[in-house]
């Protein structure tokens, strides 16, 4: 069972453990919906059946060896043209607890975890609701690939598979939810710039030559950047400064 921490000023201090569900993100949702619910509060599962990935994908996770919860936060002190800014501090902050076991992982656009050489440890996905122009919560859906070791994806990995040992899911989320806390809190107190410059220095192929792929266009370069509203920046071999949203470009490297 996943106790309310207590190493959190208000992250998972109303923690709802689900033996099995569809979607902590869908839980997650229907608590909104029907009010009285509290910025911290935590859906986690041992066995999501259908976890939800970008681009509609599903994310897959066998149960009880992983790490698959939501978060429901308030980010309503943001701007909602600042949106990509949250997704940038919860990528940051769960990047920054697996370098605590892996040398070397980044974040690849928008917001899945990768260990070069390996594989998609983790992801990210930020569903936000709002009321006309204004922010009223965003569910935080994580996954984490923790002491699986079998894939029917070859592109995934675990920190198990990396290091060859296993870990504890009670602590490893107690920490987690501990670094991404303080992650948001760097947001709260608008330490924006701050936010962006690490998610950069860890963007996933940015200033190397990569191939990607539009529609039907197959073509190279660089990722220089993302725009304030999360776009991602690619220069050409033509030394053309392209923009893209999440499904408009395909890596192929």
Same mark, same amino acid.
């Not at 429901?72 to 940051?92: G, H, V």
């Not at 070397?104 to 992801?123: A, E, F, L, R, S």
């Not at 220095?201 to 030559?209: E, F, G």
């Not at 725009?227 to 400064?241: A, D, M, N, V, W």
């Given at each position: +069972?996943?106790?309310?921490?207590?190493?959190?000023?208000?992250?998972?201090?109303?923690?709802?453990?689900? %033996?099995?569900?569809?979607?902590?993100?869908?839980?997650?949702?229907?608590?909104?919906?029907?009010?009285?619910?509290?910025?911290?509060?935590?859906?986690?599962?041992?066995?999501?059946?259908? $976890?939800?990935? &970008?681009?509609?994908?599903?994310?897959?996770? &066998?149960?009880?060896?992983?790490?698959?919860?939501?978060?429901?936060?308030?980010?309503?002190?943001?701007?909602?043209?600042?949106?990509?800014?949250?997704? +940038?501090?919860?990528?940051? *902050?769960?990047?920054?607890?697996?370098?605590?076991?892996?040398?070397?992982?980044?974040?690849?656009?928008?917001?899945?975890?990768?260990? %070069?050489?390996?594989? @998609?440890?983790?992801?990210?996905?930020?569903?936000?609701?709002?009321?006309?122009?204004?922010?009223?919560?965003?569910?935080?859906?994580?996954?984490?690939?923790?002491? &699986?070791?079998?894939?029917?994806? %070859?592109?995934?990995?675990?920190?198990?598979?990396?290091?060859?040992?296993?870990?504890?899911?009670?602590?490893?989320?107690?920490?987690?939810?501990?670094?991404?806390?303080?992650?948001?809190? +760097?947001?709260?107190?608008?330490?924006?710039?701050?936010? @962006?410059?690490?998610?950069?220095?860890?963007?996933?192929?940015?200033?190397?030559?990569?191939?990607? &792929?539009?529609?039907?266009?197959?073509?190279? $370069?660089?990722?220089? *950047?993302?725009?304030?509203?999360? @776009?991602?920046?690619?220069?050409?071999?033509?030394?053309?400064?392209?923009?893209?949203?999440?499904?408009?470009?395909?890596?192929?490297?």
């Amino acid at each position: +069972m996943y106790k309310i921490l207590a190493n959190t000023i208000f992250l998972g201090k109303d923690v709802h453990f689900l %033996p099995d569900c569809h979607s902590t993100n869908d839980i997650a949702l229907q608590m909104v919906r029907q009010g009285n619910v509290s910025e911290g509060t935590i859906v986690i599962c041992d066995h999501q059946i259908k $976890g939800k990935g &970008q681009r509609g994908n599903v994310w897959q996770s &066998q149960a009880g060896l992983n790490l698959t919860f939501s978060l429901i936060l308030k980010p309503d002190f943001l701007d909602i043209t600042e949106q990509f800014s949250l997704n +940038m501090c919860i990528s940051n *902050g769960i990047r920054g607890l697996l370098e605590d076991y892996i040398a070397d992982v980044k974040v690849k656009w928008p917001n899945d975890i990768k260990v %070069p050489g390996y594989g @998609k440890i983790g992801g990210v996905l930020v569903e936000n609701t709002f009321s006309g122009s204004n922010w009223e919560y965003a569910i935080v859906g994580i996954g984490l690939n923790i002491n &699986q070791k079998t894939f029917l994806n %070859p592109e995934a990995t675990s920190l198990a598979l990396i290091t060859e040992n296993n870990f504890d899911l009670k602590e490893l989320f107690k920490l987690s939810i501990s670094r991404i806390e303080q992650s948001y809190l +760097m947001l709260k107190r608008g330490r924006l710039r701050e936010i @962006k410059n690490e998610y950069l220095n860890h963007l996933y192929l940015r200033n190397n030559k990569s191939r990607f &792929q539009s529609n039907e266009e197959i073509f190279y $370069g660089e990722i220089k *950047g993302i725009t304030s509203f999360g @776009k991602l920046q690619i220069e050409t071999e033509e030394g053309q400064l392209r923009l893209f949203d999440l499904k408009e470009i395909v890596f192929l490297d």
